[in-house]
Protein backbone atom coordinates (compact mmCIF):
# COMPACT_ATOMS: atom_id res chain seq x y z
CA UNK A 1 0.00 0.00 0.00
CA UNK A 2 1.12 3.79 -0.48
CA UNK A 3 2.61 5.59 2.07
CA UNK A 4 -0.42 8.18 2.75
CA UNK A 5 2.61 11.07 3.77
CA UNK A 6 4.29 10.58 0.29
CA UNK A 7 1.45 10.10 -1.79
CA UNK A 8 -1.71 12.34 -0.11
CA UNK A 9 -3.22 13.89 -2.81
CA UNK A 10 -5.78 11.49 -4.84
CA UNK A 11 -6.86 12.41 -8.57
CA UNK A 12 -9.54 11.94 -10.68
CA UNK A 13 -10.00 13.19 -14.13
CA UNK A 14 -13.36 13.47 -16.91
CA UNK A 15 -12.12 13.34 -20.18
CA UNK A 16 -14.20 14.97 -23.27
CA UNK A 17 -17.30 16.03 -21.09
CA UNK A 18 -19.88 18.02 -22.93
CA UNK A 19 -20.08 21.54 -22.31
CA UNK A 20 -17.54 24.80 -22.46
CA UNK A 21 -14.76 25.61 -19.83
CA UNK A 22 -16.09 28.72 -18.93
CA UNK A 23 -19.44 27.19 -17.66
CA UNK A 24 -17.62 24.49 -16.08
CA UNK A 25 -14.99 26.51 -14.51
CA UNK A 26 -17.36 28.93 -12.92
CA UNK A 27 -18.77 25.88 -10.92
CA UNK A 28 -15.39 24.68 -9.65
CA UNK A 29 -14.35 27.93 -8.62
CA UNK A 30 -16.90 27.46 -5.89
CA UNK A 31 -16.04 24.22 -4.94
CA UNK A 32 -12.06 24.91 -4.52
CA UNK A 33 -10.86 24.83 -0.84
CA UNK A 34 -13.75 23.16 -0.05
CA UNK A 35 -14.81 19.90 2.21
CA UNK A 36 -15.93 16.74 0.33
CA UNK A 37 -19.39 17.11 2.13
CA UNK A 38 -19.66 21.08 1.68
CA UNK A 39 -18.76 20.66 -2.00
CA UNK A 40 -21.72 17.63 -2.83
CA UNK A 41 -24.21 19.53 -0.97
CA UNK A 42 -23.09 22.77 -3.25
CA UNK A 43 -23.24 20.75 -6.54
CA UNK A 44 -26.60 19.14 -5.72
CA UNK A 45 -28.17 22.70 -5.22
CA UNK A 46 -26.91 25.00 -8.28
CA UNK A 47 -28.72 25.24 -10.87
CA UNK A 48 -26.07 24.77 -13.58
CA UNK A 49 -25.96 21.72 -15.88
CA UNK A 50 -22.39 21.01 -15.50
CA UNK A 51 -22.97 19.87 -11.65
CA UNK A 52 -23.33 16.31 -12.71
CA UNK A 53 -20.23 15.32 -14.52
CA UNK A 54 -18.64 17.39 -11.80
CA UNK A 55 -20.33 15.64 -8.66
CA UNK A 56 -19.39 12.08 -10.81
CA UNK A 57 -15.79 13.14 -11.12
CA UNK A 58 -15.68 14.42 -7.14
CA UNK A 59 -17.09 10.99 -6.75
CA UNK A 60 -14.42 9.22 -8.18
CA UNK A 61 -11.45 11.27 -6.63
CA UNK A 62 -12.72 10.55 -3.45
CA UNK A 63 -12.81 6.69 -3.85
CA UNK A 64 -9.46 6.81 -5.16
CA UNK A 65 -8.28 8.16 -1.93
CA UNK A 66 -10.98 5.47 -0.17
CA UNK A 67 -9.57 3.04 -2.02
CA UNK A 68 -5.65 3.75 -3.18
CA UNK A 69 -4.42 5.60 -0.33
CA UNK A 70 -7.01 4.51 2.89
CA UNK A 71 -7.89 8.28 3.71
CA UNK A 72 -11.32 8.91 5.62
CA UNK A 73 -13.61 10.85 3.14
CA UNK A 74 -14.96 13.07 6.18
CA UNK A 75 -11.30 14.17 6.42
CA UNK A 76 -10.76 15.07 2.55
CA UNK A 77 -10.78 18.85 1.10
CA UNK A 78 -10.65 19.95 -2.27
CA UNK A 79 -7.07 21.45 -3.32
CA UNK A 80 -7.04 21.21 -7.49
CA UNK A 81 -10.29 21.99 -9.24
CA UNK A 82 -9.47 22.22 -13.02
CA UNK A 83 -10.74 22.51 -16.41
CA UNK A 84 -9.03 22.88 -19.45
CA UNK A 85 -10.16 22.57 -23.36
CA UNK A 86 -11.00 19.57 -24.82
CA UNK A 87 -12.10 18.71 -28.50
CA UNK A 88 -14.75 20.21 -30.27
CA UNK A 89 -17.57 18.73 -32.08
CA UNK A 90 -17.54 20.41 -35.51
CA UNK A 91 -21.29 20.03 -37.16
CA UNK A 92 -22.55 22.12 -40.04
CA UNK A 93 -26.05 23.84 -39.94
CA UNK A 94 -27.74 24.55 -43.26
CA UNK A 95 -28.73 28.17 -44.31
CA UNK A 96 -30.40 30.35 -46.69
CA UNK A 97 -29.16 29.91 -50.30
CA UNK A 98 -27.38 26.60 -49.60
CA UNK A 99 -24.83 27.96 -47.35
CA UNK A 100 -23.78 26.33 -44.50
CA UNK A 101 -22.73 27.93 -40.76
CA UNK A 102 -20.17 26.01 -38.61
CA UNK A 103 -20.99 25.36 -35.11
CA UNK A 104 -18.86 24.30 -33.11
CA UNK A 105 -19.65 21.89 -29.66
CA UNK A 106 -17.10 22.14 -27.04
CA UNK A 107 -15.87 19.75 -24.39
CA UNK A 108 -13.70 20.09 -21.39
CA UNK A 109 -11.27 17.89 -19.61
CA UNK A 110 -12.34 18.30 -16.06
CA UNK A 111 -9.49 17.03 -12.97
CA UNK A 112 -10.06 17.43 -9.04
CA UNK A 113 -7.44 16.68 -6.48
CA UNK A 114 -8.69 15.98 -2.66
CA UNK A 115 -6.09 15.86 0.09
CA UNK A 116 -6.26 15.09 3.47
CA UNK A 117 -7.30 18.31 6.08
CA UNK A 118 -4.81 19.43 8.15
Keep these: MADP ?3 SQALAHGRRIKGSVSKVRRVLDQIRGRSYREAL ?6 PYRSTAPITKVLRSAVAN ?3 NLGLDPSTLIINRAT ?6 MKRYRPRAQ ?4 AIKKQTCHISIGVVTQT
Design 5 to 7: ILY
Design 41 to 46: IMLEFM
Design 65 to 67: AEH
Design 83 to 88: ADMGSS
Design 98 to 101: GRAF
